[in-house]
């Protein structure tokens, strides 16, 4: 078996005092738009708080949504941008920012095809909630999206021999002549100022800071959240201070499937329902099409007042679905070889599981749901044993508020004015989801408006 590759930062001693272009955050869109603008001739660098890489990135399960992509004609799968667009903004409220809309769509295809060319593929396809075909990729040994892609763009960053440190506060935009002009920074060494014509900010949302989160959505406090420790809103504050414009910041999507009954918090991806999972509550019945847009299921959850619900799936889905696994792996899965056992061992009603499975797996053959209308998810039978059950309950998950920004990643200030030589990617862009996140479409923004970042910053400095 071949060595897993180890990326290693670079020793905070060989920091310099300029570059090209300062990206700040390590996860998805931070590392696209450093190899992009790094293709582009340009010398950028890499500043990560945390002493671990990846962001919020590498805790995404289910996949990078695009559509008329090559992966999905090799799949025989018929799609259109356009119904992309429209799914998407039907599942946002139609309150999504529609020019940030246009462009995501229509350049997804394009970013798959950039991370095959990189040698990241993502060649296997499923189904997330609001989304009428599979166009969620990730890759064929069906892992969980998110590693798997920060894996791959760090070792393509160590072959380039780009800079990446972590241990590096951001603490102040610097701006002259009315742009941007570098960054103050603390590290262990201390505070010192770094020259660049051009910032991306790739920091991710404020899922992770109580005080922004009680600013904005005191409802949601007591939440527990599916974020990395460093998904603290640190762009939008940096932002702010600059006078960009936020928009969208009460809009913070909780997701409904997330084990929490163990010290740490585990995020149940949308794939294992994507392959056929059903929800279930107490008495062992569904009550909801669990791949409705997810501020529905949540909703559906919260009004079972039972402290959550149970995914219900079979040896068959769990298959399809490598995450799995590891869940099991922690301790998150309980398992029965008939229903009744699984019954048993969950505290379900046993009689009523039974019916319920019973039913669906009709539902699945005449490919009509008459109790939810589900239309998705629906290419296995639960009929597989063992039999397998995770208890889950909603958490705060992704804010999708920030910073307004173009779809050439400017950022906006409060005049309307773009910011001179300030770019963003990825979750601090507030507007593009509207009031509720597609499954798959968080990761395939980071990907896509990466790449934006680095050739707009790249064209910038020219």
Do not use: C
């Not at 930062?9 to 738009?33: F, H, M, R, V, W």
């Not at 946002?92 to 798959?112: E, M, P, R, V």
């Not at 296997?124 to 892609?149: C, E, Q, Y």
């Not at 509207?434 to 064209?459: D, P």
């Amino acid at each position: 078996m071949a060595n897993k590759f180890i990326f290693k930062p670079t020793n905070i001693e060989q920091l310099k005092d300029t570059y090209d272009i300062i990206i700040i955050g390590s996860g998805s869109a931070g590392l696209t738009a450093a190899l992009e603008a790094h293709k582009l001739g340009k010398n950028p660098v890499v500043l990560e708080k945390m002493p671990t890489l990846g962001g919020d990135t590498k805790r995404a399960s289910s996949g990078m949504n695009a559509a008329e992509t090559f992966v999905q004609k090799e799949h025989g799968i018929k799609d259109s941008v356009q119904n992309f667009y429209d799914e998407t903004f039907v599942g946002g409220g139609k309150t999504n920012d529609q020019d940030l809309l246009k462009y995501f769509t229509a350049n997804g295809a394009d970013a798959i095809k950039w991370l095959a060319d990189e040698g990241i593929k993502l060649d296997d396809l499923t189904t997330t909630g609001g989304m009428s075909v599979p166009r969620a990729h990730r890759p064929s040994s069906t892992a969980p999206v998110g590693a798997f892609l920060v894996s791959g763009l760090l070792k393509r960053i160590a072959d380039e021999q780009i800079p990446v440190f972590t241990g590096v506060t951001v603490t102040k935009l610097n701006e002259a002549d009315g742009r941007i002009s570098g960054v103050k920074i603390t590290t262990k060494n201390g505070e010192a100022i770094i020259t660049a014509p051009a910032v991306i900010l790739a920091t991710g949302g404020y899922g992770a800071s109580p005080k922004l989160l009680k600013k904005y959505r005191p409802d949601l406090v007591k939440y527990k959240t599916t974020n990395q420790p460093g998904n603290t809103g640190d762009g939008i504050y940096l932002a702010e201070q600059v006078g960009a414009k936020l928009v969208d910041m009460d809009q913070v999507q909780v997701h409904p499937t997330v084990q929490q009954d163990t010290d740490h918090v585990y995020l149940i991806g949308e794939t294992v329902r994507g392959e056929g999972a059903i929800l279930v509550n107490q008495a062992g019945q569904r009550f909801v099409d669990e791949l409705t847009t997810r501020d529905k299921v949540t909703a559906a959850i919260n009004q079972l007042d039972e402290g959550g619900a149970y995914l219900i799936f079979d040896q068959g889905i769990r298959d399809r679905v490598k995450a799995i696994d590891f869940y099991d792996h922690v301790g998150l899965v309980k398992s029965g070889e008939t229903l009744v056992e699984l019954a048993t061992t969950t505290g379900l009603q046993a009689d009523n599981l039974e019916k319920t499975v019973s039913d669906w797996n009709q539902a699945v053959a005449s490919k009509h749901d008459p109790q939810f209308g589900r239309t998705t998810g629906m290419n296995r039978e639960i009929d597989h044993g063992p039999y397998f059950s995770i208890h889950i309950a909603p958490a705060v998950h992704y804010t999708m508020g920030g910073v307004k920004a173009t779809p050439k990643t400017q950022v906006v200030n409060n005049d309307g004015n773009i910011i001179g030589g300030l770019f963003a990617a990825g979750e601090v862009v507030g507007g593009l989801h509207g009031n509720n996140r597609i499954g798959g479409n968080s990761i395939a923004e980071t990907v896509v408006f990466g790449l934006q970042a680095g050739r707009q910053a790249a064209k910038y400095i020219k």
